[in-house]
């Protein structure tokens, strides 16, 4: 326990993490007040794209009539100009339903204007917005509709579990689990670099306690980062937002097209992240008492990181690659059933690495 206290103590000492927990909260409390600005852009968001969808159907209507006029008009033409004009009112019809404020009649219009708008395009009509993303807005509409919520705005929500997933999406990535790791690195590296590590010789304790009780002491800054990250996003809308009654019911697509609540998104992002941070410090743990060199650690680890991230954003994601779970958002989007594979793994294999890391050492020794 003393040497655990003492690494605590060293950790905060730095005043690094402390900074860093500064600027977490300054993040998620400045994109906060950003959105609770901006609500009612969302309103002017929403009337400026459907404005748009109606300015082009309503180009095709008097495209139509102009025909008519000059008796050009065929058969299949008068049927796109009658399913344009049904169109165009309904669209007028939404609009207003926004404007009014009218969520259920809003959510039932769009519904309305995304059926004829999928029949239209299949007649050759012009509407901007593909298929799919129509017939997932309808599906998304019609289970609001079961649950009695309104639309949110996934990126100016104020509505507190659709807040927490855009700060998940925003933190818990590779980029913030890496700035983590340079900030926790150096309790590592420079014990070797600054020959501190000479104080564990005269420590009555074993190299594989010495190990892994850094390791302990690096996973509980870790894990109070993210009880920061979680609390704050959640804090700031519970006390300054008029939230929604079952909000956290709020449904979410997964990537197979299925619904899971945001309260099943939140808990698995929580267990993601966790078991990602515990996979990312043994990582951490592994190169900084083998190379026991800040610069060559640190370029290795951010190497990792970013190298993974490109891969993941090109969409290659393997649940058998530990670092796929580092997008903790993507993550749970992509598995919309159970955590157990992606944990499993993690955990695993930072098992591994911390008996690597201890192994080693036991034969090199710690100088």
Request: glycine residues 4%; charged residues 20%.
């Amino acid at each position: 326990m003393k040497l655990f206290l003492f690494e605590m103590k060293k950790i905060h000492h730095t005043r690094a993490f402390t900074i860093f927990i500064f600027l977490t909260v300054l993040f998620i409390s400045g994109l906060y007040i950003k959105n609770y600005i901006q609500q009612d852009i969302i309103i002017a968001n929403k009337v400026q794209q459907f404005s748009e969808h109606r300015s082009d159907v309503f180009g095709d209507i008097q495209l139509y009539r102009k025909q008519k006029e000059e008796g050009l008009l065929e058969s299949e033409t008068e049927k796109k100009l009658a399913v344009a004009s049904k169109l165009h009112g309904e669209i007028n019809e939404l609009i207003q339903a926004i404007q009014d404020k009218k969520w259920e009649t809003e959510l039932l219009t769009e519904i309305k204007v995304y059926q004829s708008a999928i029949v239209y395009q299949e007649m050759k009509g012009t509407f901007e917005k593909s298929k799919k993303d129509m017939l997932d807005t309808i599906s998304l509409n019609e289970e609001l509709l079961k649950k009695g919520l309104p639309k949110e705005d996934m990126d100016l929500s104020i509505q507190p579990p659709i807040f927490m997933k855009k700060i998940v999406s925003l933190l818990l990535n590779p980029f913030g689990f890496l700035i983590l790791l340079l900030i926790l690195g150096t309790s590592i590296t420079r014990e070797f670099e600054e020959k501190n590590i000479q104080m564990v010789y005269v420590l009555p304790v074993s190299r594989p306690y010495y190990i892994m009780n850094k390791f302990i002491s690096l996973v509980v800054i870790g894990i109070f980062w993210l009880f920061i990250v979680f609390f704050i996003s959640y804090l700031l809308p519970y006390l300054f937002t008029e939230t929604t009654e079952n909000s956290f019911s709020y449904p979410l697509m997964s990537m197979e097209g299925n619904f899971i609540t945001s309260s099943h998104y939140l808990k698995e992002a929580m267990i993601y992240s966790l078991f990602y941070m515990i996979f990312s410090i043994s990582i951490l743990i592994f190169f900084g008492f083998l190379i026991r060199n800040t610069i060559v650690t640190y370029l290795l680890i951010i190497f990792l990181h970013i190298g993974n991230f490109i891969i993941l954003t090109n969409g290659f994601m393997y649940q058998v690659n530990p670092f796929t779970y580092g997008m903790v958002d993507l993550g749970v989007i992509n598995d919309d059933t159970q955590s157990f594979f992606g944990t499993s793994l993690l955990f695993g294999a930072s098992i591994v690495l911390m008996i690597m890391s201890i192994y080693m050492n036991k034969r090199r020794g710690i100088r």
